[in-house]
């Protein structure tokens, strides 16, 4: 098909289709029902800083609306070697931005040819949010240990940042920060760090009904990277006490008849797939 | 939402010919090649992002201009955008999509991707213009 408009297209965001959207809306809420949204994690993430770097933690169920969509997905995103980053907010979104700063991260890495800092991806993502001004719904956690040592930022859809020792996210902050601010020490071990960041993400699955399924963890030492996934699953499917299938013989056969049916084979062709 | 409101905008940003009405060759719309024309749609953006997004990189290329201009002088900002300029100039025939490789190492474009690489990549469009009318729009006998 031609297009009879003389401007060269250019790449990016499209808004062609928003007035036909909005129109559509409209017209949806006038016979009472709405439009589709776009499917949330509805998270519980945290992370902490301890002795030896840095711990991120997140559950793993994504909701759409009201039903669980997703029982077992990764919250984690690899960024660099040494940065990882948590996701909350529309799935979609935190996908993509993280991919690409994942991308842009080793591009400039290439460029300076040193390892990235933790920093960098922060300004990045706060840039590229701000400039959409919050319509990318994603808030993030981003984790990581580089030449200056393990530091934690937050950064909300909006781009606004925190750099703290511990944070939460998502819609199961609250349950998560009460744990940390609790039980919180700096330079705890690494075996009591994971323990806290299991039970703030706990709290957020039993307390958030947005989040759910297992704890995934992940920690980052100057020296190794542990993605631990699946490390606890505090919610396991409840098991059947008895079996509900029915008797064979517990419905009564009254009649049978027993009709055979005879087929000749006509015609026989074969067909040779190209499978190279 | 930006709260310097949607008027100043308008007002400071290069002026955004897409959202203009569509005048033709005499002035006045050109129903055959645009369709029929709506004020709403022409005066308001359908979306909040819709203008800053337009507007984006020549307001990013203003400020970093104005920024060397201050620094360095008058001189660094001519120089630059004498070979922006020349760089502009190398496409491809007006229908086909171009790499546009010499501009994006100047902006410094070409190790970073944005969304402008991943979504609506120009090259993997579904739909083209017309030969004959983008290239009699080119030389200006349209």
New interface residues.
Partial sequence: ???????????????EN??RN?VLEANLLEKGYSAPNARKTGTTIAGLIFKDGVILGADTRATDDMVVADKNCMKIHYIAPKIYCCGAGVAADAE?TTQ?MS??VE??S??TGRPPLVAMVTRQLKQ?LF???G?IGSSLIVGGVDVNGAQLYSVYPHGSYDKLPFLTMGSGAASAISVFEDRYKPNMEVEEAKQLVRDAITAGIFCDLGSGSNVDLCVITEKTVDYLRGYDQPVQKGLREGTYRYKPGTTAVLTKTVTPLTLDVVDESVQVMDTE | MNTRGLRSQLKDSVPVTGLCPQAGPYGVQDSLRRGFSSVKNELLPSHPLELSEKNFQLNQDKMNFNTLRNIQGLHAPLKLQMEYRAARQIQRLPFLPSSNLALDTLRGADDTIGFEDILNDPIQSEMMGDPHIMTEYKLGVL
């Fill in positions: 098909m031609l297009n009879t408009s003389t401007k060269t297209p250019t790449g990016g965001f499209s808004f928003t007035r909005a993509v690409m991308s842009n591009l400039h290439l460029s590229m400039r959409y001004q319509h």
